[in-house]
């Protein structure tokens, strides 16, 4: 079972796990869901962007953003500015009293580009902006708290005080965002008319392609010496500082590496969707992304795309037939993760499942990561099977 | 944006904006006084103190009801009835959430962020199916009505001035409770060191709980007298909390003096701002300021020293 394990970075189990979320979202959803459910999984999957990046940045490293909206936003608004400039094209606009300018800026009386939109006419510098202008904002503000050694409960707070700080702005600033509506009737990009299903369907497949991408690259840092240190330094952070690393600096970088991430599935998100819109940045869509990772694991990669499936589709279910109760089955989620089983689907998996499927299939058959089971943040978990 | 205004005229704009300031101050105060002692105190993160603050709203308008109904002529005084009774209510479900759910969680602060999060959608929810989705609002009593003339371009409202009152009162009888009376006493030292605190015989676990029920309690009030200056719906809470936790941050957690001089910083900020910008902008910059100036003093403005 070790024998390609120490040279690779992925365990014969992590191959397995990847090989059957890769069959099940590329061949089995594809043949079985109809295309309007499709669409609903493609949507599912850019959140679980935001959960790959709350299973490093919280999971791994013990810190916990609440403010993931943001960085989902920031990705999600890149994309949609593009978007919007090749939709509002002179020909497109002729009606306006400022031909060629977005709508929303006509409506509120605005007759020029504002500066910061004139690049994302290029598809290449929106393309970098989404993965950079997140990165950047999570470094300025990572940079300055992990320097002067805030954590926890400080971090959390901040994060999300951002996430409703750029929630007001973007309502606020209706002439240069397209306020509460955010940027809408989005329709081609570069000339790839978005809105047919056979579009979706393709967009669908790109966005399961980079899923799997970002699931080997989480995989790459969790299994590096990077990852053993964020590890070390979510368990006992003064022990790590004094053996002579910087602390501060591979948490800048975890954060940073998990903005990326949720930036990539905002831009995803409004390829797919079609528009975006502040509902998606505030505290109250970023602690849900929270909970998705909480759900499938924390300290699983696959965990967290099983479990902000799960949710997402308990959410739609629900809130299609009883949405009293979708509320109530939240909160009670969120309760009962914390309370229950700290770990997850995948801490349950670990304790109940694979210990019974080892025999069976010779120990490989593990379909999540198989982490020794480190207590979640600090303090006591139930013991997992080692 | 001063040069449209006359001297005169921009004195009694910051008079008037510095007394709704006051007004935001004193529902800040309230709010962060019951946050301060559960997150100050004990550490944990209660992001359903919202929903407490909004239990006791509607306590009191329930209350203001019955006495409209059954005993109009004590209407007078229904206020301060109602006032205990959301102490008592949003304590006593305080004091049951600790014991249910908040105990197992000490150790881990971030857990319980969440799990409080899940009980504030719940609580919500059964807000909006108990008592409607509507927004309510109570009847003020004649002598709260109107407003009193300070000079002829500056007005103060009465019913502002008894929240004002009120705040004043109950931070006084926070301050004696935390460090004057016994129990004040064992609360610190339960924060200073617990496993000491136990050693000489104190009750860890009811200090806890006391705790955490008298920050709800407080929370309660704090509806009561948000009943006096708005209207409560299911979700009013939530609108406050992340404010509330930046003043109980930026204040130094562990400082009462401090939550109470960074309500006042924020709340005038804000309410200044407001009359010469937009109300959004106001609040972003208000917001941004106190984010920033905590990336620089992460610890706060008032800090107490304790040893971890």
């Given at each position: 079972m070790t024998k390609t394990g120490r040279t690779f970075f992925l365990r014969p189990q992590d191959m397995i796990g990847i090989a059957i979320l890769a069959i099940l979202l590329l061949v089995v959803l594809p043949l079985t869901l109809d295309n309007f459910r499709l669409q609903f999984v493609g949507k599912y999957l850019t959140y679980?962007?935001?959960?790959?990046g709350l299973v490093l940045c919280w999971g791994y490293a013990g810190i916990l953003s609440l403010g993931q909206g943001v960085f989902f936003g920031l990705g999600g608004y890149c994309m949609a500015m593009f978007l919007k400039l090749e939709a509002s094209s002179v020909e497109n606009t002729k009606i306006q009293t400022t031909p060629g300018i977005p709508d929303f800026m006509d409506w509120n009386q605005i007759t020029q580009l504002p500066w910061f939109w004139e690049p994302f006419h290029h598809l290449g510098f929106t393309i970098i902006a989404v993965l950079v202008v997140p990165a950047i904002f999570a470094f300025v503000v990572g940079f300055a708290m992990f320097k002067r050694r805030v954590g926890g409960v400080y971090f959390a707070i901040i994060t999300q005080a951002l996430a409703a700080i750029l929630t007001i702005l973007i309502v606020g600033q209706q002439g240069y965002t397209g306020g509460i509506n955010g940027i809408t009737d989005l329709r081609t990009l570069n000339g790839w008319d978005i809105r047919t299903d056979s579009a979706k369907t393709i967009l669908y497949f790109v966005c399961v392609g980079l899923l799997l991408a970002s699931i080997l690259l989480a995989y790459f840092v969790k299994s590096s010496k990077l990852g053993r240190i964020l590890v070390a330094m979510r368990d006992k952070e003064d022990r790590v500082r004094f053996s002579g690393y910087d602390v501060s600096n591979f948490k800048v970088f975890v954060f940073c590496l998990a903005a990326s991430l949720s930036a990539i599935g905002g831009a995803m998100f409004t390829l797919q969707v079609g528009f975006m819109s502040p509902s998606f940045v505030g505290i109250v869509p970023s602690i849900e992304m929270v909970i998705y990772t909480a759900v499938g694991g924390r300290l699983s990669i696959l965990g967290a795309?099983?479990?902000?499936?799960?949710?997402?589709?308990?959410?739609?279910?629900?809130?299609?037939?009883?949405?009293?109760?979708?509320?109530?089955?939240?909160?009670?989620?969120?309760?009962?993760?914390?309370?229950?089983?700290?770990?997850g689907i995948a801490g349950?998996?670990?304790?109940?499942?694979?210990?019974?499927?080892?025999?069976?299939?010779?120990?490989?058959?593990?379909?999540?990561?198989a982490t020794p089971p480190a207590?979640?943040?600090?303090?006591?978990?139930?013991?997992?099977?080692e | 944006m001063f040069s449209d205004y006359s001297l005169a005229e921009l004195g009694s704009i910051f008079v008037m904006q510095g007394f709704a300031g006051l007004i935001l101050f004193s529902v800040f105060v309230l709010m962060a006084l019951g946050l301060a002692i559960i997150f100050g105190q004990m550490g944990v993160i209660n992001m359903a103190h919202g929903e407490f603050m909004i239990l006791g709203a509607y306590v009191t308008y329930f209350t203001s009801q019955f006495f409209l109904n059954f005993i109009p002529s004590l209407f007078n005084i229904y206020f301060f009835v109602a006032m205990i009774l959301a102490f008592f209510a949003s304590g006593a479900l305080g004091m049951f959430i600790e014991w249910a759910m908040i105990r197992r969680l000490y150790k881990r602060p971030l857990d319980t962020l969440l799990a409080t999060?899940?009980?504030?959608?719940?609580?919500?929810?059964?807000?909006?199916?108990?008592?409607?989705?509507r927004e309510v609002g109570v009847e003020l009593p004649e002598w709260?009505?109107?407003?009193?003339?300070?000079?002829?371009?500056?007005?103060?409202?009465?019913?502002?001035?008894?929240?004002?009152?009120l705040t004043i009162a109950i931070t006084v009888a926070v301050a004696v409770l935390m460090y004057k009376s016994n129990w004040g006493k064992q609360v610190r030292a339960v924060v200073q060191n617990?496993?000491?605190?136990?050693?000489?015989?104190?009750?860890?676990?009811?200090?806890?709980?006391?705790?955490?029920?008298?920050?709800?309690?407080?929370?309660?009030?704090?509806?009561?007298?948000?009943?006096?200056?708005g209207s409560t719906g299911p979700t009013s809470g939530q609108l406050y909390i992340v404010d509330t936790f930046l003043v109980v941050v930026f204040g130094g957690a562990q400082s009462l003096l401090g939550t109470i001089a960074s309500a006042f910083t924020i709340s005038q900020a804000q309410s200044t701002m407001e009359f010469f910008l937009s109300g959004s902008t106001a609040k972003v910059l208000t917001l941004l300021s106190v984010v920033i100036i905590l990336m620089l003093r992460p610890q706060g403005l008032f800090v107490i020293k304790v040893r971890r």
């Open positions: 679980a962007f935001v959960a790959l795309i099983y479990g902000t499936l799960l949710v997402n589709w308990a959410k739609t279910s629900f809130s299609e037939s009883f949405p009293e109760l979708w509320l109530f089955g939240l909160g009670g989620l969120f309760i009962a993760v914390v309370l229950t089983f700290p770990n349950l998996y670990q304790t109940y499942v694979a210990p019974r499927l080892g025999p069976l299939f010779g120990g490989a058959a593990k379909r999540s990561d207590p979640p943040s600090s303090g006591h978990a139930p013991a997992a099977a | 999060w899940g009980l504030s959608l719940i609580l919500q929810q059964v807000y909006r199916s108990v008592f409607g989705p709260m009505m109107g407003s009193l003339p300070v000079t002829d371009m500056v007005e103060v409202q009465i019913n502002g001035l008894f929240v004002m009152g617990r496993v000491m605190a136990g050693a000489v015989g104190i009750n860890t676990e009811k200090v806890d709980r006391y705790t955490f029920g008298l920050g709800c309690g407080i929370a309660g009030v704090a509806g009561s007298a948000f009943t006096m200056i």
